[in-house]
């Protein structure tokens, strides 16, 4: 069982950053697929960024590349997602999930790719 807790949310301004931050454990974590997917009030949850088990491989949503940078750590067993030049759109609920039947190399973009997910942490971001 993979346990995963988010931190790191926040009030920001528009044009600002902000870094979360999820934990995990219950399983080897560089056997763990990542991502990052956020939910607006009123919309559907979204795919945001992922990355592979081996850290090579990573995808975005076009709505934050250049912008959002996800990136993990195994030996802290915890992944990242930096967020810069934060816009008010970018306001929502963000999540990260894990997979633990990925292949060295695969990255997830689907939220039902995931079996495990976080309890979110708001992300707030003022105009």
């Known amino acids: 069982q993979v346990h995963l807790v988010e931190s790191g949310g926040g009030l920001v301004q528009t044009g600002g950053s902000m870094r979360l931050s999820c934990a995990a454990s219950?399983?080897?974590?560089?056997?763990?697929?990542l991502g990052w997917f956020r939910q607006a009030p009123g919309k559907e949850r979204e795919f945001v960024a992922a990355?592979?088990?081996?850290?090579?491989?990573?995808d975005y949503a076009e709505s934050v590349k250049g912008r959002f940078t996800i990136s993990r750590d195994n030996d802290k067993k915890t992944v990242y997602l930096e967020m810069n030049n934060v816009k008010p759109e970018d306001t929502a609920v963000y999540y990260c999930?894990?997979?633990?039947?990925?292949?060295?190399?695969?990255?997830?973009?689907?939220?039902?790719?995931?079996?495990?997910w976080g309890q979110g942490t708001q992300v707030t971001v003022s105009s």
């Open positions: 990355i592979s088990r081996s850290t090579r491989n990573s």
């Open positions: 219950g399983y080897q974590f560089n056997r763990l697929a």
């Open positions: 999930a894990a997979n633990n039947r990925a292949i060295l190399m695969t990255v997830l973009s689907r939220a039902s790719d995931y079996d495990y």
